[in-house]
T-cell receptor
Framework: KQEVTQIPAALSVPEGENLVLNCSFTDSAIYNLQWFRQDPGKGLTSLLLIQSSQREQTSGRLNASLDKSSGRSTLYIAASQPGDSATYLCAVSTGRRALTFGSGTRLQVQP | ETGVTQSPTHLIKTRGQQVTLRCSSQSGHNTVSWYQQALGQGPQFIFQYYREEENGRGNFPPRFSGLQFPNYSSELNVNALELDDSALYLC??????????????FGSGTRLTVV
């Protein structure tokens, strides 16, 4: 059974800091890994999708890496801003069972 | 291109009642998945539909059931509601069976409260 763990559970940083969110998964037989952002009480916004054959993806200030063999992914956020405050969720796709999610990292960026 | 639309946005039901939640998938997507997200937790997979047939199910009892229609929209039905069913219900659509290069697009969710 696939399990996804995200560390840390919560993070508070001052504006402007670079930060790293971690995601680990137990079964390396994944199709892809997706990072999402969730604002309180809202749905999920897709940030980055990494295919199992890829090592990283970038979008603006966000960079996500994938090491499938070790079951790890990181989301790097450069020059954090108060608007980045949200919960960040990592999810892996393992065939027909769709997505398995971690519990998320709750990020607070202080102005 | 429209995104994923869910209705209603909020709902309050009494324990024992039945509820139907609705989802319109993104244009061009033929796979719809439903997730339950309890407060403070990550979403949990309920089931997935591909071309009107259930194509995978998570660890949820049979009182959670669904439908997918020819236009790929979908319904989630929950019978005999329990207090623990209170959660945010998320619908996601994708092109293919989730093994594709396109990932999933999520709706804004339906907040269900069971009292």
């Amino acid at each position: 059974k696939q399990e996804v763990t995200q560390i840390p559970a919560a993070l508070s940083v001052p504006e402007g800091e670079n930060l790293v969110l971690n995601c680990s998964f137990t079964d390396s037989a994944i199709y892809n890994l997706q990072w999402f952002r969730q604002d309180p009480g809202k749905g999920l916004t897709s940030l980055l999708l990494i295919q199992s054959s890829q090592r990283e993806q970038t979008s603006g200030r966000l960079n996500a890496s994938l090491d499938k063999s070790s079951g790890r992914s990181t989301l790097y956020i450069a020059a954090s801003q108060p608007g980045d405050s949200a919960t960040y969720l990592c999810a892996v796709s393992t065939g027909r069972r769709a997505l398995t999610f971690g519990s998320g990292t709750r990020l607070q960026v202080q102005p | 291109e429209t995104g994923v639309t869910q209705s209603p946005t909020h709902l309050i039901k009494t324990r024992g009642q039945q509820v139907t939640l609705r989802c319109s998938s993104q244009s061009g997507h033929n796979t719809v998945s439903w997730y339950q997200q309890a407060l403070g937790q990550g979403p949990q997979f309920i089931f997935q539909y591909y071309r009107e047939e259930e194509n995978g199910r998570g660890n949820f009892p049979p009182r959670f059931s669904g439908l997918q229609f020819p236009n790929y929209s979908s319904e989630l039905n929950v019978n005999a509601l329990e207090l623990d069913d209170s959660a945010l219900y998320l619908c996601a659509s994708s092109s293919g069976l989730g093994q594709t290069n396109y990932g999933y697009t999520f709706g804004s969710g339906t907040r269900l409260t069971v009292v």
